[in-house]
């Protein structure tokens, strides 16, 4: 039995709805919120199991979400107060949602989808007051199974995943806090999500500072580099910044219409 | 008539309890006792041909019996649930959710062996349902960490004998050779400290840095990374280039965390003594090291450790010094906060209880997800440090808080908590004990395993609360709750011990003593920590 090539079938214009992927709450994500969140502007909802779960977490809590597939978008009105089917690039948030102070954003497994992040936070960031919240995740490309496929010989593509057949950017630790400090907000905190048990299944031995697979040997120079080779997925925990930092290259004016949310 | 149910066999005694054959009683065919049609109980039937040998009466038992199983799992009384998944499978042995379930508990017991067989099955029997494939997936992982921690395993009964071979003479008779304290000792000699400057708050460059403090000026630092340094100052501080760098003459080299090769190091700088601080947790990391430092035999070497406990499974006669916990910061920060009985007024009525996630030195899976899974259920509320993978097992959790570890994150977490609870895997993953002792610091009353190497500056209902098993520990926890008084008393009582143990005056002597060349004997420390 041969299996139709993953840019056949997760590559179509009109992607079905599929549970595992579209509909998975993400505990770790809701962990991060300890105080009831204000409203949360879920961009990129997907079916809305996340907000659902930030929902049950903290009762009253208004969750809009976001989203570009119908499908999930479709499922996520059971479970969200609002739910905007658009692009990122096209949405109209007072439009459809009337002027809102948004407390948290949440952009879980968007920004590598997408071909411009840095326009996307910068449009973001004009919808929110200063302090604002903003979690993401984003995943890592340092990932030490990365590291060692590619030097094997091996960039290969899936339906989910780190090398998820949609994603278009790719972010290590470092270039993904400067994605942020570019783009108008403060990074708090990163946090790594590691699969310590996955990733071990590569490493064949272990000598102080310095991990060895099977076509690499790597050294690492504390807890947090190594954290970073183990981790598959960063968190990063933003508010939107005071003024924009100077960064001497700042953002094209954006085409379209910008609404702020006041 | 009363309802009566068939058994698995006819051949077995009848449910009504006549004693005769239920093929004779009850079950007689065309009899006038004939069973009747029962009305159904349950809702709960097996998908396709699982139950395809059993008559409607028998399914409507055995749903009742999964229901009940599935109830009490939630309600997390597993060991009737897991009684109930039993007599389903030796009913009908191919309820795939039976299986799957009793799978799972056995999963988070730690048999994985059962629970590989359990899970597989169910796989077998439906193949294409994600629940199940994603818990095999659970199950295949937890076997590879187990056959990882094999040889760790083996490494406990052979440590002593290992260290001994690496220190080249029995470390029992280590105690005795006070009066043969080489001439090098004799005379304060130049103190480098050797170590990894970790970003953030790690154990080890915690260490690191409270020896700084305690030894400036007299030390120089030597930090093995290329950032997060200058904190120290550039006066003191140099960078370690292990393979190429220079290298410090003479003097006592300290490491603190050995993670690269000090045994060319130390040959090159011709160290007239060396110390290993084997404090911060898993000192079998550093067995390679140690052989390697001991093999010229030149010169002497000590290892200190933060415990008797862990000095002791290490051969006798080793260096046991307390941890240099800042007490006297600790002590000025809580006292800008109300006491703890204030605090636990103002909590009131939510009593979090604190544990640590992770444990730093070795990032594994949680084996405990139940006992904390409980812990979370006493009270309705469970504060977090440095979760890890726990953002996983209870990021949804209405009751838990999450505080990620980072510098001066610790306190806050500390003063947010009514009780807070140490856990234990293996003797050599314990950690230095900051978050415990720091929590005795704080007033907080701490519930502590029996079995941690910290144990034994407790005393059970004295100054905190030890626990043999998970049962026992949610037991205190209830206890504690109802009484304040006590919990205020046991908390008061562990301030005082860590004052006594973590005086900063008697610290910074009882360090520089050490590092000057006096011998410390281990069993003393021990003897001052129980008196403490």
């Known amino acids: ?262 | 008539m009363s309802t009566v149910v068939a058994p698995a066999s006819r051949n077995a005694p009848c449910p009504c309890g006549s004693g005769r054959r239920y093929k004779e009683c009850h079950g007689a065919i065309s009899g006038p006792q004939e069973a009747t049609v029962v009305a159904r109980r349950s809702t709960y039937r097996a998908p396709g041909r699982e139950w395809a040998h059993l008559d409607e009466a028998q399914r409507d038992e055995i749903g009742v019996r999964m229901e009940q199983a599935l109830a009490m799992q939630k309600a997390g009384r597993l060991d009737e649930a897991a009684r109930e998944y039993r007599a389903v499978i030796a009913v009908a042995a191919d309820t795939h959710d039976a299986r799957h379930m009793l799978g799972i508990i056995e999963l988070g017991r730690g048999n994985l062996d059962e629970a590989e067989h359990l899970i597989s099955t169910a796989m077998a029997l439906r193949p294409t349902y994600a629940a199940i494939l994603h818990n095999w997936q659970l199950v295949r992982d937890a076997c590879f960490a187990r056959a990882r921690a094999v040889p760790e395993q083996l490494a406990e009964a052979a440590l002593p004998i290992l260290v001994d071979l690496a220190l080249g003479r029995p470390a029992a008779r280590r105690s005795d050779d006070a009066e043969a304290v080489p001439a090098a000792r004799a005379e304060p000699t130049s103190v480098h400290l050797i170590g990894r400057v970790h970003a953030g708050d790690h154990d080890d460059t915690w260490l690191l840095r409270r020896l700084a403090a305690i030894l400036d000026p007299e030390c120089t630092i030597w930090a093995a990374d290329a950032d997060g340094t200058d904190e120290f100052g550039a006066r003191h501080h140099k960078r370690v280039d292990a393979e190429t760098g220079a290298v410090p003459r003479g003097g006592t080299h300290v490491f603190v965390g050995v993670e690269f090769d000090c045994a060319a190091w130390i040959g090159r700088a011709n160290a007239d003594r060396v110390i290993v601080f084997c404090q911060s947790g898993a000192p079998t990391r550093y067995l390679d090291q140690l052989r390697a430092i001991a093999s010229d035999g030149a010169r002497p070497i000590d290892l200190v450790f933060a415990s008797q406990a862990v000095a002791e499974r290490f051969g006798g006669g080793h260096t046991v010094l307390p941890p240099p916990l800042d007490f006297e910061r600790i002590a000025k920060l809580s006292s800008e906060i109300p006491p703890y009985d204030e605090r636990l007024m103002e909590m009131s009525p939510v009593w979090p209880i604190g544990i640590v996630g992770q444990n730093q030195q070795s990032v594994s899976e949680p084996t405990d997800g139940d006992f904390i899974f409980n812990l979370a259920s006493i009270t309705g509320r469970l504060h977090v440090y440095d979760p890890g993978r726990l953002r996983y097992l209870l990021g949804g959790s209405a009751s838990a808080r999450f505080f990620a570890r980072r510098d001066g994150a610790l306190e806050p977490f500390l003063g947010g908590l009514a009780c807070f609870v140490e856990r234990t895997g293996k003797w050599w993953q314990d950690t230095i004990g900051r978050e415990l002792y720091g929590a005795m610091a704080f007033g907080v009353p701490v519930l502590c395993p029996r079995r941690s190497t910290h144990a034994e500056c407790i005393e059970h209902g004295v100054n905190g609360l030890l626990y043999e098993s998970t049962v026992e520990a949610r037991q205190l926890l209830s206890d504690l709750r109802q009484q304040p008084a006590m919990a205020v008393a046991i908390g008061r009582a562990g301030h005082n011990t860590m004052r006594a143990l973590l005086d900063g005056e008697s610290q910074n002597r009882n360090y520089r003593e050490f590092l000057a060349g006096t011998p410390r004997p281990g069993a003393a420390d021990a003897q001052r920590i129980k008196a403490a």
């Not at chain 1, 991060?32 to 929902?55: H, Q, R, S």
């Not at chain 1, 000598?207 to 598959?232: C, H, M, Q, W």
């Not at chain 1, 290259?249 to 609404?259: D, F, H, K, M, R």
Request: proline letters at 6%; charged letters at 20%; a negative charge.
């Open chain 1, 1 to 262: 039995m041969t299996t139709a090539p993953v840019w056949q079938t997760h590559l179509a214009s009109d992607l079905a709805f599929d549970p595992q992927y579209h509909q998975n709450p993400r505990a770790e994500i809701a962990s991060f919120i300890n105080e009831p969140p204000g409203v949360v502007l879920d961009i990129g909802c997907g079916g809305g199991a996340t907000g659902k779960l930030i929902k049950e977490k903290f009762p009253g809590t208004r969750v809009i979400g976001v989203e570009l597939n119908r499908n999930a978008a479709d499922y996520a009105r059971q479970h969200l107060d609002d739910v905007v089917y658009a692009s990122i690039d096209e949405v109209d948030l007072v439009q459809h949602v009337g002027e809102v102070t948004i407390g948290t954003v949440l952009l879980l497994d968007v920004l590598e989808h997408l071909y411009d992040p840095w326009r996307a936070l910068t449009r973001i960031r004009t919808w929110l007051a200063a302090g604002t919240r903003v979690l993401a995740s984003v995943p890592n490309i340092r990932n030490l199974v990365n590291l060692q496929e590619l030097a094997a010989g091996a960039w290969e593509y899936g339906p989910h995943g780190v090398l998820d057949v949609t994603h278009v950017r790719f972010f290590t630790r470092t270039t993904l806090r400067r994605m942020f400090e570019e783009t108008g907000y403060a990074v708090t905190h990163m946090e790594p999500l590691t699969q310590p048990a996955w990733v071990d299944r590569y490493v064949i031995a272990r000598r102080p500072g310095k991990l060895v697979t099977k076509s690499l040997s790597i050294a690492f120079r504390n807890r947090e580099d190594l954290e970073d080779l183990y981790a598959f997925q960063y968190v990063i925990d933003a508010r939107a910044a005071t003024a924009m930092q100077d960064s001497g290259n700042a953002a094209p004016p954006l085409a379209g219409e910008v609404s702020p949310i006041v």
